[in-house]
């Protein structure tokens, strides 16, 4: 028999806890949310997917693959400009080639809109975003600005709008002084690891899994230390893939150092061994020479 408390329906799915990243970047900061982002496609199921901010695209692969994996036919679109800012640090064209190397050959269903967050909310009704994830400049008065003019584009029904970087204090971050002030307005709960995720319930119906950790801290402090613990995997996996390629590349460069050393040596023996032989060579004919000489003059008594 249950206690009329238990929530163990509502704890995470299996498939949540197996899901094994199809993409795991050097960029770490949303990893420990990914099994997370998978049960909550599971969730919600949701036909609509906006993500501001890309950058390397674990979150939005994340999404992705849950989506072909639960058959839930999900309009992802991830928008950024693929240029950074003084929060994220500014990079260069390689990451936005990569990214789309990847979305193409592994998620091409996923569209990736590069624009200004603004210039992109044309392509969205009112009304019609199930799933929005604000992960963008982390200014306070971006985030706010994101927010704003991206809420009218969440669905009242069900919609669902995520923070990143809620937990961050550094200077210039101010998602989390936000956070703090809308968290209240709509059902909501967060998560304190990988730099912090908010989940604010816009929509009026809600998977009661959801609604169950805005409403008990108890629940909620379990589930956090599941997704904690088992989130912790994918960071130190991409820490050890990162060290593996860096190796790889240090091994790399020593061999061809090695081999260019080796190289630069043997042309100097070789040519060291070249000008012994061309001076042995003419030492020996001038030596030959003047035992000629000697010769001659000795036959013609001279």
Not at 3 to 27: E, G, I, M, Q, V
Not at 238 to 243: D, M, N, P, S
Request: aromatic share 12%; net charge negative; proline share 3%.
């Amino acid at each position: 028999m249950k206690h009329p408390n238990d929530n163990t329906d509502l704890y995470p799915s299996a498939y949540s806890l197996r899901f094994t990243p199809a993409r795991l970047s050097k960029a770490i900061d949303w990893h420990g949310h990914l099994l997370f982002a998978a049960w909550l496609m599971e969730l919600t199921r949701p036909e609509v997917l906006v993500e501001l901010g890309v950058f390397r695209g674990d979150s939005l692969a994340t999404f992705s693959q849950a989506s072909r994996d639960l058959n839930i036919g999900c309009e992802i679109t991830g928008v950024d400009s693929w240029g950074g800012d003084d929060t994220t640090g500014i990079y260069g064209e390689e990451v936005y080639s990569e990214v789309k190397d990847f979305f193409s050959s592994t998620f091409p269903n996923t569209k990736l809109y590069r624009s200004l967050f603004d210039n992109a909310l044309a392509e969205f009704a009112e009304n019609s975003v199930n799933i929005l994830h604000i992960d963008g400049c982390h200014h306070y008065e971006a985030v706010k600005h994101d927010y704003e003019t991206w809420l009218p584009k969440v669905s009242k029904d069900n919609g669902i709008i995520l923070f990143h970087d809620t937990n961050v204090v550094a200077e210039g971050f101010g998602s989390k002084q936000f956070w703090q002030e809308i968290c209240g307005l709509y059902p909501s709960f967060s998560f304190n690891h990988s730099n912090g995720l908010g989940v604010l319930l816009v929509g009026s119906k809600q998977p009661q899994a959801l609604l169950e950790l805005a409403e008990d801290e108890i629940f909620l402090d379990k589930v956090r230390a599941i997704y904690e613990l088992s989130g912790n995997m994918f960071i130190h996996k991409a820490k050890e893939q990162w060290w593996k390629n860096e190796a790889d590349k240090h091994a790399a460069y020593v061999n061809h150092l090695t081999g260019e050393v080796g190289r630069q040596i043997a042309d100097t023996i070789n040519h060291h061994f070249i000008n012994h032989l061309s001076a042995h060579r003419s030492a020996s004919l001038h030596g030959s020479d003047s035992i000629i000489k000697r010769g001659i003059k000795k036959i013609l008594g001279r």
